[in-house]
């Protein structure tokens, strides 16, 4: 019954390889979003999807590439990884587009290690 | 840029004690605020939320809103070693083409002394 899943928990890989990491909710919601917390807890937005269209598209490398095959489900694929890739990627949704007092809920997180 | 400022402590307080917690933004057009709480290796949760100037009580926990001062603040009473956790301010964005994004402070670590 969890609202906001993610797979895998854990993903350690080495420097150059390609992964994916999937998040799906079953909240209903319209909007979906990917977080990068680093090292030192700073929490940042990567992307947003509305509907299955990017609404927010922060200046991340463009070996980050989200796809949402649906609105309830939000991917993050990572071509050539790098050791500053190193880091907990967290899934959230809101029911909106995240005005007024929204709610957004997070996933569990992601925590990859680049070797 | 737009920035969110919270003071990374780590703060510490008695059991029993009052824990304030506080928080500046630069985005004079933001509109709603919010405070999640993070345990160590846990995700992000919603603890308050605030839109108007004043405060904003629930439970243990009450929000204040300043948005002349553009400071927003958490206080909890009756602090518990159970709060010890990361409380991060979350200020809302206007992105534009009506879609809104939270930006973050980098929290700031409690610690609740039995």
């Known amino acids: 019954d969890t609202a906001v899943s993610q797979t895998p928990k854990y993903l350690v890989t080495q420097m150059g390889n390609d992964k994916s990491i999937k998040c799906e909710q079953n909240l209903g919601h319209d909007t979906m979003y990917w977080y990068k917390q680093d090292s030192k807890k700073f929490l940042k937005i990567m992307f947003s999807?509305?509907?299955?269209?990017?609404?927010i598209n922060e200046t991340v490398p463009n070996r980050f590439s989200p796809k949402s095959p649906d609105k309830a489900h939000l991917n993050l694929h990572i071509n050539s990884l790098e050791l500053g890739d190193s880091a907990v990627y967290f899934c959230a949704s809101s029911l909106g587009t995240g005005g007024g007092e929204e709610t957004q809920y997070f996933g569990p997180g992601t925590r990859l290690l680049v070797l | 840029q737009k920035e969110v400022e919270q003071n990374s402590g780590p703060l510490s307080v008695p059991e029993g004690a009052i824990a304030s917690l506080n928080c500046t933004y630069s985005d004079r057009g933001s509109q709603s605020f919010f405070w999640y709480r993070q345990y160590s290796g846990k995700s992000p949760e919603l603890i308050m939320s605030?839109?108007?100037?004043g405060d904003k009580e629930d439970g243990r926990f009450t929000a204040q809103l300043n948005k002349a001062s553009q400071y927003v603040s958490l206080l909890i009473r009756d602090s518990q070693p159970s709060d010890s956790a990361t409380y991060l301010c979350a200020v809302n964005v206007y992105s534009g083409a009506g879609s809104y994004q939270l930006t973050f402070g980098k929290g700031t670590k409690l610690s609740v002394i039995p």
């Open positions: 999807y509305n509907n299955k269209e990017l609404i």
């Open positions: 605030i839109y108007s100037n």
